[in-house]
């Protein structure tokens, strides 16, 4: 279909639910476009990045900010000693 996978599905689950759950005519319509619409979109933004989603997932857990300094309670750090071989 041309996006990935997980989206598409959770798409699709989506336009279901309209399409099972709410009686009514214009739910159903607006569940086909949301499902065509929204398939647009995720086609259009597969195509800029492929693994945009798995990426955002795995982003999830690191935090918002790295401070540019080490911790107060971080061990000091020996340089080794250079030593020429002239």
Same mark, same amino acid.
């Given at each position: 279909?041309? &996006?990935?996978?997980?989206l @598409? =599905? #959770?798409? &699709?689950? +989506?336009? +279901?639910?309209?399409? *099972?759950? @709410?009686p009514? %005519?214009? #739910? !159903?319509? %607006?569940? +086909? +476009? @949301?499902?065509l =619409?929204?398939?647009?979109?995720?086609?259009? #933004?597969?195509? !800029?990045?492929?693994?945009?989603?798995r990426?955002? *997932?795995?982003?999830?857990?690191?935090q918002?900010?790295?401070? &540019?300094?080490?911790?107060?309670? #971080?061990?000091?750090r020996?340089?080794?000693?250079?030593?020429?071989? %002239?």
């Open positions: 279909m041309g &996006a990935e996978r997980e @598409v =599905g #959770a798409n &699709a689950v +989506l336009f +279901l639910v309209l399409l *099972i759950g @709410v009514s %005519l214009w #739910a !159903k319509l %607006l569940g +086909l +476009l @949301v499902f =619409g929204g398939h647009f979109g995720i086609r259009l #933004a597969s195509k !800029k990045d492929s693994q945009m989603f990426t955002f *997932i795995r982003s999830i857990p690191y918002d900010f790295y401070p &540019a300094r080490p911790s107060t309670r #971080a061990n000091p020996t340089v080794p000693e250079f030593r020429s071989r %002239l």
